[in-house]
């Protein structure tokens, strides 16, 4: 199957998605399973991974300042620009692209191998809304919350390793970070956000749902499809940098 087949399965598949569920009560249920699996649970990761690399960028950008007539609130700025318009949005999404999108793809693909979507399709369920449509939710209304979170403690990283290097001024970084500040820029990565969070949450769906064969099958889907959401990821970056920023 080529490129194009491909592409084309894939619309085909989000068009069984959107339709209406034929049980509320039922997809309730599984939205707040769902966002408790792939939300709640990615919290830790990305607060982790968010401290830390705020830490790295606000040193780093210390260690390259060298001039004395360079201001030294550049440091907060320079965290601040690259936290927002860059790191939460886009590499926070790569690390759940990672974590959430192999989840995705094992948990539907052992259902299609083990014969389960065969069952509720024979029960008359639409296999697709009732599994893809409570991840392509959760994911879109959940994840917004975790960018912002991973912003804060990035920045939150940066001043504390300063503070704790002494490597700048504690009122130096928070006259950055208060400096020129957009809200323009805040609205930009959550419009990016949620579009990364349709890619996590459809792209290894695609590749679960109609895998064939056993479990080694079903491992190879998981990082085919890790590969392919992290590839659309970075297209869809600079499609949607080039619209939103210029």
């Not at 830390?52 to 550049?74: E, R």
């Not at 014969?115 to 024979?122: G, H, K, N, P, T």
């Not at 960018?147 to 950055?176: Q, R, S």
């Amino acid at each position: 199957m080529n490129y194009i087949e491909h592409v084309g399965k894939y619309f085909m598949m989000l068009g069984q998605v959107f339709r209406a569920p034929q049980k509320f009560r039922v997809f309730w249920e599984a939205l707040f399973r769902e966002i408790e699996e792939l939300g709640l649970k990615s919290i830790g990761i990305i607060a982790f991974i968010s401290f830390f690399i705020g830490g790295v960028i606000a040193l780093q950008t210390a260690l390259n300042i060298s001039d004395p007539l360079i201001p030294k609130m550049l440091i907060g700025f320079a965290t601040k620009r690259s936290v927002i318009l860059e790191f939460a949005p886009t590499f926070c999404s790569i690390i759940l692209a990672g974590k959430v999108g192999s989840y995705i793809t094992s948990s539907i693909g052992t259902m299609r191998v083990t014969e389960q979507i065969d069952a509720l399709e024979i029960m008359g369920v639409n296999s697709l809304n009732y599994l893809i449509l409570p991840k392509l939710l959760a994911t879109i209304f959940f994840y917004p919350f975790l960018v912002i979170l991973g912003m804060f403690l990035a920045i939150f990283g940066g001043w504390v390793a300063g503070t704790a290097t002494n490597m700048f001024y504690e009122a130096d970084y928070i006259a950055g970070i208060q400096y020129d500040f957009d809200p323009y820029l805040i609205i930009y990565a959550l419009i990016k956000t949620i579009v990364f969070a349709f890619i996590i949450a459809t792209v290894p769906s695609y590749h679960g749902y109609y895998v064939k064969g056993g479990s080694l099958e079903v491992g190879k889907a998981s990082t085919q499809s890790v590969v392919w959401t992290i590839v659309v990821i970075v297209v869809c970056n600079y499609f949607l940098t080039q619209m939103l920023l210029t």
